[in-house]
């Protein structure tokens, strides 16, 4: 398996732009999660899903974000219209209840880079 | 609410000195602690949890309930353990998703 896979790694975009960050996770596993990365934050829960059913949005920061997971091997978190203050590093997680070590144990992709200007 | 807090964002250390990161949490109830760490250009990684009391390149981490806190040690720091390193929580495992939350993270540098 080549784990969670993330596009774009990185992303330039101009304010007021739309932006699609795009995760796929792990082959079977059930839960995925979507994390904003900052200097002053650092890792932020935005949102996540189990079953491709949204769970808990709670983290989203406003209505400018939105996340999407039509099956079980895709997921999009999207930006519309893009600020300068949304540019960090955005990761999506997978897990599964099924694997030894449960749930909270969380596999990460790379990571897309957005920088709003 | 749960919280975790890492007081030091950058720690520097010289090779072959001991290092310690710190990380105390706040929860209700019966907590399970994790150490992730990042390599440079790396992805995000589960470095040990505290249920396993394992040892993983020479890191341990003990959870002192009595003092909420799960830092992360080792005796000899190396320069390839330059990497930034997140402590998280989350409820025990009880068969279901318990909400991970994340510290804000200390960069730890081991000076040559």
């Known amino acids: 398996d080549a784990g969670v896979i993330q596009s774009p790694r990185h992303e330039v975009t101009e304010m007021g732009q739309e932006v699609t960050l795009r995760c796929k996770p792990i082959?079977?596993?059930?839960?995925l999660f979507w994390y904003r990365q900052t200097m002053m934050r650092g890792l932020e829960l935005l949102i996540y899903?189990?079953?491709?059913?949204?769970?808990?949005d709670s983290g989203m920061p406003e209505d400018r974000f939105s996340a999407k997971m039509p099956n079980a091997s895709f997921s999009t978190l999207k930006i519309q219209p893009s600020e300068p203050r949304d540019s960090a590093v955005y990761f999506c997680?997978?897990?599964?209840?099924?694997?030894?070590?449960?749930?909270?144990?969380?596999?990460f992709g790379a990571g897309s880079r957005l920088t709003v200007l | 609410a749960q919280r975790v807090t890492q007081p030091e964002k950058l720690l520097s250390v010289f090779k072959g000195a001991p290092v310690e990161l710190k990380c105390n949490y706040s929860?209700?109830?019966?907590?399970?602690l994790f150490w992730y760490v990042q390599y440079s250009r790396q992805r995000l990684q589960l470095l040990l949890r505290?249920?396993s009391r394992e040892s993983i390149k020479g890191f341990t981490a003990d959870l002192n309930k009595g003092e909420t806190s799960f830092h992360l040690k080792k005796p000899f720091a190396q320069e390839e353990d330059s990497a930034m390193y997140y402590c998280?929580?989350?409820?025990?495992?009880?068969?279901?998703?318990?909400?991970?939350?994340f510290g804000i993270g200390t960069k730890l540098q081991v000076i040559p």
């Open positions: 997680a997978s897990s599964t209840l099924a694997g030894p070590s449960g749930a909270n144990v969380l596999t």
């Open positions: 082959s079977g596993h059930d839960y």
């Open positions: 899903f189990n079953n491709n059913v949204p769970i808990d």
């Open positions: 929860y209700s109830g019966s907590p399970e």
């Open positions: 505290h249920i």
């Open positions: 998280a929580l989350s409820g025990a495992y009880s068969g279901g998703y318990q909400k991970v939350t």
